[in-house]
């Protein structure tokens, strides 16, 4: 069954500084892996997609990697603002086992970013 | 988001009652899902839709049931609500296998 972990839980960094999420899963059959941001009482928001067959991808300040052998993927979140305040979730995307098919969820980390 | 809605967005219900929610998307998109997110749990897959009439379970699917009889509709029930189904519910939808998921905005589900 598969298994996503994130860590830390929670983090709290002064604005301006860079950091680095972890995120590793138990499988490696996966079709991609999805990182999202959820803001408090909101849904999610989608924020890199990165195939199976990729190392990284970038959109702005953020950078996700990926490595499938091992497990792993890290969100790089470049000079921090209050307003990258959120819980950010990761997400792995099995491949079919039995007819089933399904986005596996971590639990999250909550990032605080003190002005 | 843009091209999928959920409805109710807040919902108040008596123990025992049957509720459905619904998810409209306008994507067009093969694959929907229902998932309940929960402290300490996280996000748990319902039930989810590869298609239309075609649906099957997810990891919680007890006291739930799906129907998609269209497209564009995905629908939640909850044949007879119980306290511990009290949660907050995300539609997502895919078009393909190597697509990223869109979720809704959710609805806030609370049985007294």
């Known amino acids: ?42 849904g999610l928001t989608s924020l890199l997609l990165i195939q199976s067959s990729q190392r990284e991808q970038t959109s702005g300040r953020l950078n996700a990697s990926l490595d499938k052998s091992s497990g792993r993927s890290t969100l790089y979140i470049a000079a921090s603002q209050p307003g990258d305040s959120a819980t950010y979730l990761c997400a792995v995307r099995e491949l079919p086992s039995g007819g089933s098919e399904k986005l596996v969820f971590g639990k999250g980390t909550k990032l605080t970013v003190n002005p | 988001d843009a091209g999928i809605t959920q409805s109710p967005r807040h919902k108040v219900t008596e123990t025992g009652t049957p509720v459905t ?61 119980t306290s511990s189904q009290t949660s907050v519910y995300f539609c997502a939808i895919t078009g393909t296998n190597s697509g990223g998921y869109t979720f809704g905005s959710g609805t806030r589900l609370t049985v007294v």
């Open chain 1, 1 to 42: 069954k598969q298994e996503v972990t994130q860590i830390p839980a929670a983090l709290s960094v002064p604005e301006g500084e860079n950091l680095v999420l972890n995120c590793s899963f138990t499988d490696s059959a996966i079709y991609n892996l999805q990182w999202f941001r959820q803001d408090p009482g909101k």
């Open chain 2, 21 to 81: 929610l619904r998810c409209h998307q306008t994507e067009n998109h093969r694959y929907m899902y229902w998932y309940r997110q929960d402290p300490g749990h996280g996000l748990r897959l319902i039930h989810y839709s590869y298609g239309v009439k075609d649906t099957d379970k997810g990891e919680v699917s007890d006291g739930y049931s799906v129907s998609r009889s269209k497209t564009e509709d995905f629908l939640l029930t909850l044949e007879s609500a």
